[in-house]
């Protein structure tokens, strides 16, 4: 008789009630964690505004408090500057976040994430494209949204074709395949900015390729990308059972009656789209679909029902303080936070790839 997820999770009613409280408690605090990280991230700055001041700011705007009696300054500062770019940082950090999850399930392999599968680069092709040469699909202000999505989408398809070409793929052909078509990508943005011509347009691309949260505002781009992170992470969320089949291997997948080939596909598309909106919002941002899978799991588990909520929890509130540090390490100019992530994910990246069996 073939064993499902239910009969091995029902095997120690005990050991999963104390493992639901413990992962409870642990989502609980990262929810306050991010809580009190967006206050601060809000009220810090080369003007310090206190968090009490910060809350009944955002609550005057939403209907709990008069507005006409704040003090202008620290209003704009508040709602106009600062509030778009923290929500626009817990959007990329949790987007990217959940991508990484789904990717490192999708092919088995701890190593996996956006930017090593070249989704990044493909993403980060497509929009410069659009910056340096107009090319606006005639849809308007999505034209750079919907030429990042291509762009992630494209390249996805391009590594399982390469990854593909050689035979049965795998997760070491994968990843092979993702290195590969990054560089490609990457030296066609190259091209693109070169034969561009402009100055102006290449320093813009080369800053926002770096990844900034710098030009976040109150705006279509910014709620399309909350609704699109948002979604994904419902949507992997509802799929966590298939996500554990599909991590364990295919033929689990195939017993409990799922489609691998299928459902990488759909998770395909999903994390092209996010990936897309992601740098579309934000530039190319790596490592965080890297590192922050790997704490998450140390914290809740492996189960993804508990994986994807902390994974969102936990890169939203990384990426809000690697911003911090970025406005504040070197005061009136700022780091592109792409630098301050590729800073704490190479070292990390250096410690999974020690920890790698020699049949791995």
């Given at each position: 008789m ?17 493992r ?8 609980v605090?990262?929810s306050?964690?991010?809580?009190l ?12 505004i206190h ?11 939403l ?6 009696a ?15 770019r923290v ?13 990484g999850?789904a ?7 701890m190593?996996?994430d ?5 989704i ?16 606006g ?24 074709v ?8 795998t ?34 691309v ?6 900034s ?8 781009p ?22 554990d ?11 409990l ?25 934000a ?7 890297l590192v ?12 993804h ?11 939203a509130?990384?990426?809000l ?8 390490l ?16 190479a070292?990390f990246?250096?410690y999974?790839?020690?920890r ?5």
């Open positions: 073939a064993v499902t997820l239910d009969d091995v999770t029902l095997a120690d009613p005990l050991g999963r009630a104390r639901r409280r413990r992962n409870t408690l642990a989502v605090a990262l306050l964690v991010l809580l990280s967006a206050v601060l991230g809000v009220a810090v700055g080369p003007v310090w968090p009490v001041d910060v809350l009944r700011i955002v609550a005057a705007h209907g709990a408090g008069d507005v006409t704040l003090d202008p300054v620290s209003d704009a500062i508040v709602w106009d500057v600062r509030l778009p929500l626009l940082g817990l959007a990329v950090g949790a987007g990217l976040a959940v991508c999850v990717l490192q399930a999708m092919v088995r392999n190593l996996a956006p930017y090593l599968l070249g990044n680069s493909g993403a980060s092709s497509g929009a410069a494209a659009t910056i340096l040469f107009g090319v699909l005639g849809i308007g202000e999505h034209a750079l949204a919907a030429s990042a999505f291509l762009g992630a989408l494209g390249a996805s398809l391009l590594v399982f390469v990854a593909r070409a050689a035979g049965r793929v997760s070491v052909r994968l990843l092979l395949a993702g290195v590969a078509v990054g560089y490609a990508l990457s030296a066609v943005t190259s091209f693109l900015i070169f034969a561009s011509g402009s100055a102006e347009g290449a320093r813009s080369m800053f926002w390729l770096l990844g949260l710098a030009l976040a505002q109150w705006g279509g910014l709620a399309v990308l909350l609704v699109v992170v948002v979604l994904t992470c419902l949507v992997l969320g509802a799929w966590a059972r298939r996500l089949a599909l991590a364990i291997g295919d033929e689990t997948a195939h017993v009656g799922i489609s691998p080939t299928r459902f990488r596909t759909q998770l395909l598309v999903l994390v092209s789209l996010c990936i897309g909106a992601v740098v579309a919002a530039g190319s941002v790596g490592f965080v679909g922050v899978p790997h704490l998450a799991r140390r914290l809740v588990g492996s189960a029902a508990w994986a994807v909520p902390a994974a969102a929890l936990l890169g509130t990384f990426l303080w690697a911003d911090l540090l970025c406005r504040m070197l005061q009136p100019r700022e780091l592109p936070v792409g630098i301050v992530t590729a800073l704490v994910g070292p990246l250096l999974l790839i020690r790698l069996r020699p049949a791995g």
